[in-house]
């Protein structure tokens, strides 16, 4: 169950820097602006956390990474491990390392692969033959499969509670947090942005931070910017078992799982995700056309009601009309329970300790995803003083604190952490990824 905190109900007139989202990403911007002693408020149209940030899996991982997103990610995974320290919360973050089994030859090259390149980049993994398997994995079904990769300082967190302690820090040290306070739009002033605008009233302020998850395309398209963002629909499973799968979070081809400090183990299925069949999808077809072709495997295209639903949905509307922030607070698609009973069934042939399985919940959620599976965080060029921290495609657990990170630099003008140029919104242009005109 998500963690609910204490926030504030009094809009200031007035801020250094306003967030929009309170998302991982929105909330970690937060905590390091409030840390540098900036006067930062974040608006959030629901409550902390509670999309996607607390519906994901809770891994925290390097292995698997685009070489792209490696480094932003590699420095996420340093201010996990030191971030309940330095902030006096509790994140449940545990180095517990993970682990990728292979059973195909398909699957055997791709971490191969990347083993190779973690070699090249001075990255600790450990190849693992069926033996080395079966001690790293006591509980796995003996040779079944035929390799693993392992990184010993991965990790895993809880994301109920995760962004919320965040939150609270960002509290502690100064920041404003609504929550029920959605952002309409903002405004400029000489070229400039002036104002944000939200349904409780006006913040003056020279900066922004957009992080509103799958909400992000929508936003900037009201101001004409055609960000391309599309949403992914993940579903996950609470269970309990009466063995001992050990600690470690471990994904297979069809499988995933990772234990829970309440002592169950949160399921679901890797690499099935579905993409709903939207408006969008028809206005973006061809930026994400290659992405499609690619990962064709990875991705269950469907049509439902989604596409009335979004069809329905107004694309413009004046800062002082009621918008679609309002009327839907919290993004809460229904569980796919089939998705979730291939998981289980697939898990129980790799760890036979899963085949007694007991599902106490299920839960989905949607994932903000670009083109290229890299998310965009920096100025959007067409508004100067906003800048944009989303499209984190899967990643943004793990990956956000150091997005945060990065974001609150470039905000504050100070030298940034990680380089920013993979993560610029203008990439999308110079591969042919991002379309003129309004969204």
């Known amino acids: 169950m998500l963690q609910r905190i204490e926030t504030d109900t009094q809009l200031p007139d007035a801020a250094d820097v306003v967030i929009i989202g309170g998302g991982i990403a929105g909330v970690t911007a937060t905590l390091f602006l409030a840390e540098a002693g900036l006067k930062v408020v974040l608006c959030e149209k629901g409550v902390i956390a509670g999309e996607q940030s607390s519906r994901n899996w809770g891994w925290v991982r390097q292995m698997g990474r685009d070489p792209v997103e490696l480094p932003l990610t590699m420095g996420s995974l340093d201010i996990w491990r030191g971030m309940d320290k330095r902030f006096g919360i509790d994140t449940g973050f545990r180095e517990t390392g993970i682990t990728y089994v292979c059973r195909t030859p398909r699957e055997v090259k791709e971490f191969a692969d990347w083993a190779d390149l973690a070699d090249r980049i001075g990255m600790a993994s450990e190849r693992l ?184 949905m107004p694309r413009k509307w004046g800062h002082d009309q009621q918008t679609t922030f309002e009327k839907i607070r919290t993004l809460d698609p229904q569980p796919m329970e089939r998705y979730n009973r291939h998981a289980l069934k697939n898990l129980a042939r790799a760890f036979p300790v899963f085949a007694g399985a007991r599902m106490t919940h299920s839960w989905a959620g949607l994932i903000d995803a670009t083109p290229d599976a890299i998310p965009a965080i920096g100025p959007v060029k067409e508004i100067p003083g906003l800048f944009l921290s989303s499209g984190y495609s899967g990643h943004g657990f793990g990956s956000g604190p150091g997005g945060g990170q990065l974001v609150s630099d470039l905000v504050r003008g100070v030298a940034p952490t990680f380089d920013p140029k993979p993560f610029s919104l203008e990439r999308f242009t110079a591969k042919g990824l991002r379309p003129g005109g309004a969204a």
């Open 129 to 312: 033959d069926p033996a080395a398997l079966a001690r790293k994995l006591p509980a796995i079904a003996r040779d079944r499969f035929k390799f693993g990769l392992h990184t010993k300082d991965d990790g895993r967190a809880e994301p109920w509670r995760a962004v919320p302690q965040m939150a609270m820090a960002a509290r502690r040290l100064g920041a404003t947090i609504i929550e029920n306070c959605a952002v309409r739009g903002v405004e400029t002033s000489a070229g400039h942005l002036s104002e944000v605008v939200t349904e409780k009233g006006r913040i003056r302020t020279e900066r922004a931070i957009l992080a509103g998850g799958a909400w992000s395309r929508m936003f900037l398209g009201n101001k004409g910017v055609n960000f391309p963002q599309l949403k992914l629909h993940g579903t996950v499973a609470r269970v309990e078992i009466d063995g001992d799968a050990g600690d470690m979070p471990v994904g297979g081809g069809d499988f995933a799982f990772r234990k829970r400090l309440d002592g169950g183990y949160t399921v679901a299925r890797r690499n099935w995700n579905v993409a709903q069949i939207t408006p969008d999808s028809f206005r973006l077809l061809g930026t994400y056309l290659p992405t499609l072709m690619s990962s064709w495997r990875e991705i269950q295209v469907r049509l439902n009601g989604e596409f009335l639903k979004e069809a329905g």
